[in-house]
T-cell receptor, first 115, second 114 residues
Framework: GENVEQHPSTLSVQEGDSAVIKCTYSDSASNYFPWYKQELGKRPQLIIDIRSNVGEKKDQRIAVTLNKTAKHFSLHITETQPEDSAVYFCAASQRWKAAGNKLTFGGGTRVLVKP | DAGVIQSPRHEVTEMGQEVTLRCKPISGHDYLFWYRQTMMRGLELLIYFNNNVPIDDSGMPEDRFSAKMPNASFSTLKIQPSEPRDSAVYFC????????????FGSGTRLTVV
């Protein structure tokens, strides 16, 4: 089955700096890669996702890149703000395939933005 | 839309008791997932359904765990008998199978077994 590795496990950045989180996946059949943000005591919430036919996607201060050959994808947060402090999870899925439509999550990255 | 609705939000029970967690997916979503979150093991998929049919239950820890989806708007996850190591946050999530949407999570049930 799919295995997703995520690094680093914790990340401390100064407000205004950039944060980068990296994930690798094992199953070349995976075609959908979402990122979730989870604040303390809350549910994981989708912040951005990317399909395997796209190399990069951007939404305001967040962007995701995908390298299918190397089987890794990354989340980039620019101009970090204190409200970006949370746990971020990457995930992989064989989306739109009945037997593979499940999300496998990475271990999470705890991001702390220091004012 | 009210989103994915889970109940109860918190459950404290004694070891050996039966626990039932409930989930109502978003209307029209034909996939429903049960995840368990712990500090040690992160987010683990327990089981998921497509059109009310279980597709993959390989993540269910043992026979003490069972899940059902009697109709498109309701699913249950049951633990019998419960053990302290079952203490975790249990999330339900749903998604449409073919549309370009992500997976939406419920607010979770925090289970404590004492």
């Amino acid at each position: 089955g799919e295995n997703v590795e995520q690094h680093p496990s914790t990340l401390s950045v100064q407000e205004g700096d950039s944060a980068v989180i990296k994930c690798t996946y094992s199953d070349s059949a995976s075609n959908y890669f979402p990122w979730y943000k989870q604040e303390l005591g809350k549910r994981p919430q989708l912040i951005i996702d990317i399909r395997s036919n796209v190399g990069e996607k951007k939404d305001q201060r967040i962007a995701v890149t995908l390298n299918k050959t190397a089987k890794h994808f990354s989340l980039h947060i620019t101009e970090t703000q204190p409200e970006d402090s949370a746990v971020y999870f990457c995930a992989a899925s064989q989306r739109w395939k009945a037997a593979g439509n499940k999300l496998t999550f990475g271990g999470g990255t705890r991001v702390l933005v220091k004012p | 839309d009210a989103g994915v609705i889970q109940s109860p939000r918190h459950e404290v029970t004694e070891m050996g008791q039966e626990v039932t967690l409930r989930c109502k997916p978003i209307s029209g979503h034909d996939y429903l997932f049960w995840y368990r979150q712990t500090m040690m093991r992160g987010l683990e998929l327990l089981i998921y359904f497509n059109n009310n049919v279980p597709i993959d239950d390989s993540g269910m820890p043992e026979d003490r765990f069972s899940a059902k989806m009697p109709n498109a708007s309701f699913s249950t996850l049951k633990i019998q008998p419960s053990e302290p190591r079952d203490s975790a946050v249990y999330f339900c999530a749903s998604t449409p199978g073919t549309a370009n949407y992500g997976y939406t999570f419920g607010s979770g049930t925090r289970l404590t077994v004492v």
